[in-house]
């Protein structure tokens, strides 16, 4: 978050950060964003229990009224409904920790080290109902080491995922439409 709030704010001839929402109170990132000069919203998901679709109509509220165009996930670690992710059709962009379609969902990196691959990476795609499973705007690969554990190479492609994020949304909201690679 705090590496596209720095691109776009390198760049407000494309745009500005209108908000930066969690949907936990007291993370870090918070702080961050202040400290940037960003407005920042807590939508706390344990408040709605058993009816995410409050939780997702109170959310949507919220990015309208700061007038989102578009959103980008970044940690937020909700799996959004159908109905709410086609609000935003072609409009929401995510960052997966390898390179889809490999290891969607969860221990990316000690699946990619259990299968013996020998590079691993990220990939920014828009965001569609089937979980990481929307049309890649880019990826940056890392090679696995043979020394690697799943921290050493989850430290890797972070630092990718820092290049890779602010990089794809630039060519994004330029009308791009070839997917990055970086390695």
């Given amino acids: 978050m705090v590496r596209l709030v720095e691109a776009m704010q390198a760049r407000p001839d494309l745009g500005v950060v209108a908000l930066v929402v969690s949907n936990l109170p007291g993370v870090a990132g918070l702080g961050k964003a202040r400290a940037l000069g960003v407005p920042t919203h807590v939508v706390d998901h344990r408040a709605y229990a058993g009816d995410r679709a409050r939780f997702e109509t109170v959310l949507t509220g919220v990015l309208s009224e700061a ?3 578009v959103l980008c ?3 937020f670690m909700r799996i959004l409904t ?3 992710v086609s609000r935003y059709a072609a409009r ?3 960052i997966h920790p ?3 379609p490999k290891y969607r969902g969860l ?3 000690s699946r990619a080290l259990a299968a013996g691959e020998t590079e691993h990476g990220c990939t920014v795609h828009l965001v569609t109902p089937e979980l990481d499973d929307g049309p890649v705007l880019g990826q940056g690969t890392v090679p696995v ?3 690697d554990t799943p921290e050493t190479l989850a430290k890797r492609v972070q630092a990718m995922e820092h290049r890779l994020y602010p990089a794809v949304l630039y060519r994004y909201l330029e009308g791009t439409k070839a997917p990055l690679h970086l390695s």
Wanted: a negative charge.
């Fill in 67 to 69: 007038r989102t165009d």
């Fill in 73 to 75: 996930l970044a940690g």
């Fill in 82 to 84: 159908a109905p709410f």
């Fill in 92 to 94: 929401m962009l995510n």
């Fill in 98 to 100: 390898s390179l889809l």
């Fill in 107 to 109: 221990d990316t990196h």
């Fill in 145 to 147: 080491l043979a020394d």
